[in-house]
């Protein structure tokens, strides 16, 4: 910038005039440095000791559960391993592979006849089973005890032409798919019959990877299996590799039965001995047990027995002077602590006046109807020359005071309060209305009906084939138009649904969970916080399995003789005949696992049933290890809803909740359902799923839609017919919103004529060719069964 009389002239800085102390006043000093609250280099060395303490006291908590685990699964003292040889084809001769697993692990030249072999030079001990190709429940049993899980295909495989895989038929693909819901253990395929020549041997081995491994898992290796070599190898890697089981299998003790006896007690039951090596857990004396498809059952005592099949040939002397009984040495015997041992509690047991219904019973109704026929066909005596002006004001002794007519009921109609409605206080309706329309498709009873039609052993081959094609019918007309019915002509509406009420929204809508319970529910148990309970009973179980040896509790992996009490003979003769032909399973229960209530299972339809399967029919649930008989409900799997809406039939290719009486199940737990095909041969596969819950106060509801169709058409205002038969239903039903099949929505204004024509508003133009549509619902529940396992029937 040029100089001048107007030139900028800045403020200098005064530095050159300031004191050195006060250039550094902003400067801390040394002195004041010191006396900065600094961390201990000390304190710090001391935390960060104490975090490295702990991950290191962390890290050997892990490697001692881990080596605990190893332990008690593949060690000298564990239980022998569960080998299961299963074929994938017919012509699979699994035979001689088991003679040739055999040989190689009995190799010391001392065959025993006892199933299980113990092998000094693998230092293993093992039970090889054979899965018998075409019988079902045989293979599933092995299938939940198996410990290695062997899947056998052949090289000169001749599969079915049809068949989606040349080295698998379609018993091994529906085995194979039961398996994977189950869990599947530590697995493998052994390929057997290949050729001797290299080149041809290599190719099939290729052929056969590249087929199979779709199937399988990455973890599930191949392994040739003709020679002994091929054998040694793979028992060399076998022996040191961690089993790796299903969770659901670690979490109670379990027994596989090697042997299985009965013992008369005189009172027309018998006590069932069940011999084997207790699995997974602990077992307490105090504990009940469920012997698979026989039943819960209490526990007499547990004799604790030399192990038959030890690999500590040392030992042997120890039990020189113990009691020997029926060729076994008995160690210990446990008797159960009558102040401990867990009560085999089922139902709950009412008390009658608790929680009384204000719906009167079908008796009290039936008598009702009865008196009030009496009362009209009963003649007054009236005075000569009264008129029935005058006979309308004499009160005989037996009218009812506060008595409502007709009209009064019929002007009271249905109430729909934030998305309910319910009754006025007219009267109740005669149930057995709801009972008389046995034709239409949405009845409760039409469905019980047709169940015990099925059940009936007395219905010829034509009449049964009828039945079927009646069902069919009605699962197609399900899929097409669900939930439709029609009012009926003779019955007047209000009593055909006097159960139903309208909701304003299915997602919001409120519903009482405690509202008119059917009398089952007094027999059930309930939890207040049903996950608080689940982890206290699974916390109780570990402290047992964590916690000092108790006298009434033995180890995993002891050879053992359990005593079950109260088994019916005839149950106790089926379970003796299975035993030799399947393994029989006894399994521990946890605590409330007896006792009954209301169980939620998400299932699907399995791909390999085509017939229908129709709500509250008779199917066998196998939960694990246990089996139970059930009548459920089916519904759909709503994730953003409480309540959930009822279907009839169980539809192949989506997931769906049943709902069934049964014994407690603590999840997780896998399912299997199985439905009997009412001769005496095997029941057949249904669908799969899993346990999902436990609450008795879900609710699931029943949809069903009337429907009109407008007979004249102006804007958004209409006259319907064919909804209703009567003025007084249409007034009776007012309340409840309408819809239309394209989205429009209104309300009912004003009945039409006498034939139940109604005028109806919308909110929009309406089409002609448009359908108008009422949804009702009521809550439905599950069938109690008539027996709870299978045996008992």
């Not at 990455?218 to 392994?223: A, Q, R, T, V």
């Not at 307490?284 to 059952?297: E, I, K, P, T, Y």
């Not at 042997?316 to 076994?328: K, P, Q, R, V, Y």
């Not at 309706?429 to 949405?442: G, I, T, V, W, Y």
Request: glycine share 4%; net charge neutral; hydrophobic share 35%.
């Amino acid at each position: 910038m040029a100089g001048g009389a107007r030139a900028q002239v800045n403020k200098s800085h005064k530095t050159r005039f300031a004191s050195k102390s006060s250039r550094n006043v902003h400067k801390t000093s040394v002195k004041e440095k010191s006396k900065i609250n600094k961390p201990d280099r000390n304190a710090m060395k001391g935390a960060r000791a104490a975090r490295l303490q702990r991950n290191k006291m962390l890290r050997e908590q892990k490697k001692a559960v881990l080596l605990k685990e190893k332990r008690s699964s593949s060690g000298t003292a564990s239980a022998p391993r569960v080998i299961v040889l299963f074929g994938l084809s017919a012509s699979t001769n699994i035979s001689s592979l088991a003679s040739d697993l055999l040989a190689l692990l009995s190799s010391d030249n001392n065959p025993t006849q006892f199933p299980a072999v113990a092998s000094s030079e693998y230092r293993l001990r093992a039970t090889v089973l054979e899965a018998p190709h075409g019988d079902f429940m045989a293979c599933m049993d092995m299938a939940k005890v198996a410990d290695l899980f062997v899947f056998v295909a052949s090289g000169n495989c001749s599969s079915e032409k049809d068949s989606s895989n040349y080295y698998m038929d379609e018993f091994g693909s529906r085995c194979l798919s039961v398996f994977r819901a189950l869990g599947l253990p530590t697995s493998a395929v052994f390929l057997r019959d290949l050729p001797c020549d290299l080149k041809r041997r290599n190719d099939i081995k290729k052929t056969c990877i590249s087929s199979l491994s779709s199937e399988f898992s990455e973890d599930c290796k191949f392994h040739p299996a003709d020679t002994k070599d091929d054998l040694h190898k793979f028992m060399m890697l076998f022996k040191e590799q961690r089993v790796t089981i299903p969770h659901w299998r670690t979490q109670r003790p379990y027994i596989m039965a090697q042997k299985v006896d009965m013992v008369a007690d005189g009172s027309g039951n018998c006590n069932l001995l069940i011999t084997g090596y207790v699995r997974a857990r602990n077992l307490s004396v105090n504990q009940l047990v469920h012997v698979s498809g026989a039943g819960d059952f209490q526990l007499g005592k547990i004799e604790l027995l030399k192990d038959p099949c030890s690999l500590n040939v040392k030992k042997e002397g120890d039990f020189m002077d113990a009691d020997e009984t029926n060729d076994s040495q008995v160690i210990k015997t446990l008797l159960p602590d009558p102040m401990k041992q867990e009560p085999l509690l089922v139902e709950n047991i009412p008390d009658p006046l608790e929680g009384e219904q204000t719906w009167p019973t079908e008796a009290e109704m039936a008598e009702a109807d009865k008196l009030h026929k009496e009362k009209k066909q009963k003649k007054r005596s009236l005075p000569r020359g009264t008129s029935e002006y005058q006979a309308a004001w004499i009160v005989d002794d037996s009218d009812v005071s506060g008595s409502d007519d007709d009209d009064e009921d019929i002007d009271n109609g249905m109430v729909v309060d934030e998305g309910d409605y319910e009754q006025g206080h007219g009267r109740k309706f005669d149930l057995d209305d709801d009972q008389a329309s046995l034709k239409l498709r949405d009845s409760d009873e039409e469905t019980e009906t047709e169940s015990m039609m099925m059940d009936n052993d007395n219905l010829t081959k034509e009449q049964i084939e009828e039945d079927i094609r009646k069902i069919k019918e009605a699962h197609a007309e399900d899929e097409e138009y669900p939930d439709e019915v029609d009012a009926p002509v003779d019955i007047p509406a209000r009593k055909r649904f006097a159960k139903y009420r309208g909701l304003k929204s299915f997602r919001t809508s409120s519903w009482d969970p405690k509202e008119s319970l059917p009398p089952e529910y007094a027999k059930i148990f309930a939890f207040d916080n049903f996950a608080r309970t689940q982890k206290h009973v699974l916390k109780k179980a570990l402290d047992m399995e964590q916690g000092s040896v108790d006298e009434c509790v033995v180890p995993a992996s002891s050879y053992v003789t359990i005593h079950i009490t109260q088994v019916p003979i005839n149950i106790a003769s089926k379970l003796s005949i299975q035993s030799k032909t399947m393994p029989v399973v006894a399994c521990g229960l946890l605590q409330h696992e007896s006792k009954i209530s209301v169980l939620h299972f998400r299932l699907k339809k399995h791909e390999t049933y085509s017939d229908p399967i129709k709500a509250k029919e008779e199917l066998i649930f196998h939960v694990g290890f246990r089996q139970f008989v059930t009548r459920p409900t089916f519904a759909t799997d709503s994730f953003n809803s409480e309540k959930h809406k009822m279907e009839r039939f169980l539809h192949g290719g989506r997931y769906s909740i049943a709902s069934v009486y049964a014994p407690i199940c603590f999840p997780p737990l896998p399912l299997i359902v199985m439905k009997s095909r009412g001769d005496f041969s095997a029941p057949v596969l249904a669908a799969v799923g899993s346990l999902k819950c436990i609450d008795p106060d879900k609710i699931i509801l029943k949809k069903i839609i009337l429907t009109g169709y407008p007979q004249r058409v102006s804007k958004k205002k209409a006259a319907v017919r064919y909804m209703f038969h009567n003025p007084e239903d249409v007034k009776w039903f007012k309340p409840v919103e309408v819809w239309t099949k394209l989205g429009r929505r209104g309300r009912i204004k004003e009945p039409v004529g006498t034939h139940g024509a109604m005028k109806c508003l919308l909110n929009g133009v309406l089409q002609q060719n448009d359908t108008v549509c009422m949804s009702l619902f009521k809550r439905t529940y599950p069938k109690w069964p008539q027996h709870w396992f299978p045996m008992s029937n």
